[in-house]
């Protein structure tokens, strides 16, 4: 007589997943076999473009996507979802996310950003899910904005300089305090910036391979843009969420940086990108002081070195591969919308 042996499906969910870390998340636990359940803000018109190849995926194994109706800024909704879907991993990658437009929507910035992660940490203890949920808290390395040294790591002082790096800063306490308070299994990735081709349209680096191809086929004669000089440490958004997930499996709870240890300045992404395409820059930048923020950021580099060691991951992508792939990507957007619009002329 055969043995009969039960495999347990791990269940995630991932709030902000329509975005593109939560997209890159899914795909990724999905192809772990993960149960995968994503929390949706309910709307007017659908937002799950990022999202909605993975039903079609032939490398997935009957996929199990589930999407919730949900917002960070409702209690009662996130009780009610835990103590429904009782599940082991939570990643919280939801967030009004743009560093700009924190500065014109501040209090609902911190709102969503800031006390949302007290909505889902109260959730996580009122559905007495405290010894069975891992959670993962997206911070983020606005948090060090004013940096006080270089590289930064994860013993070095924040001094934000936005609404959202201050919501962020606040959020990342929060969970460290609630580990300790309550010995919750969560961690926070200090994620420096990380890009790709589902990267928004309206973040800079996106806005400049999205316009810098529109622009090798005619389609947009200029692109601006606002501080040029400051300086970011870029890596690829798809090797990132993986360190997400290492960072859950652990046998101890912590924080970690997320980054590839080299700088590059906004002016080195835009000469990359229209080199790549054999364009020259400087005839299709123009300033605009609309695009600056009432304060910057000048500086970002991280120094991975505590995750190499303690989990054995460091970037593969590195700049100029990242550029390629975005490039690559809206190159095609383009093309296609250049085909549309000669059919329709």
């Known amino acids: 007589m055969g043995i009969c042996t039960i495999v347990y499906m791990k269940k995630a969910l991932i709030t902000g997943i329509t975005g593109q870390d939560g997209s890159y998340l899914a795909e990724l636990l999905l192809g772990k076999g993960y149960e995968v359940h994503g929390v949706i803000r309910r709307s007017s018109t659908f937002n799950t473009s990022r999202i909605d190849h993975l039903y079609q995926d032939p490398h997935i194994n009957g996929v199990k996507l589930f999407l919730h109706y949900g917002d960070l800024a409702d209690s009662v909704q996130m009780v009610k979802l835990l103590y429904e879907l009782q599940p082991d991993e939570i990643y919280n990658l939801g967030a009004q996310s743009h560093v700009r437009v924190s500065f014109d929507v501040p209090e609902y910035t911190g709102d969503v950003v800031g006390v949302g992660v007290v909505r889902i940490l109260e959730a996580i203890r009122e559905a007495k899910l405290v010894k069975k949920v891992r959670y993962y808290q997206a911070s983020s390395s606005e948090m060090f904005g004013k940096v006080q040294e270089v590289p930064q790591t994860e013993n070095t002082p924040f001094w934000p300089r936005s609404p959202y790096g201050c919501a962020k800063m606040y959020a990342h306490w929060l969970t460290v305090n609630y580990r300790e308070s309550y010995n919750m299994f969560a961690c926070s990735g200090i994620l420096f910036n990380h890009e790709s081709p589902r990267r928004g349209e309206t973040f800079v680096t996106r806005k400049i391979t999205r316009a810098a191809t529109r622009i090798k086929l005619g389609l947009q004669d200029k692109l601006y843009l606002g501080n040029l000089d400051a300086k970011r440490d ?108 000669s059919v329709l002329l």
């Open 234 to 341: 870029w890596g690829y958004a798809k090797e990132y969420v993986e360190m997400m997930w290492l960072m859950l499996q652990q046998d101890q709870p912590d924080d970690y940086v997320i980054a590839t240890n080299e700088t590059h300045s906004v002016k080195d992404f835009v000469r990359e990108t229209f080199s790549q395409l054999d364009l020259d820059w400087e005839k299709y930048v123009e300033y605009d002081d609309r695009y600056e923020r009432p304060s910057e950021v000048d500086l970002l580099i991280g120094d991975p070195k505590k995750a190499k060691k303690q989990l054995g991951w460091e970037p593969k992508v590195k700049f100029k591969e990242l550029v390629a792939i975005m490039v690559a990507a809206d190159l095609k957007l383009a093309d296609r919308e250049a085909r549309i619009k």
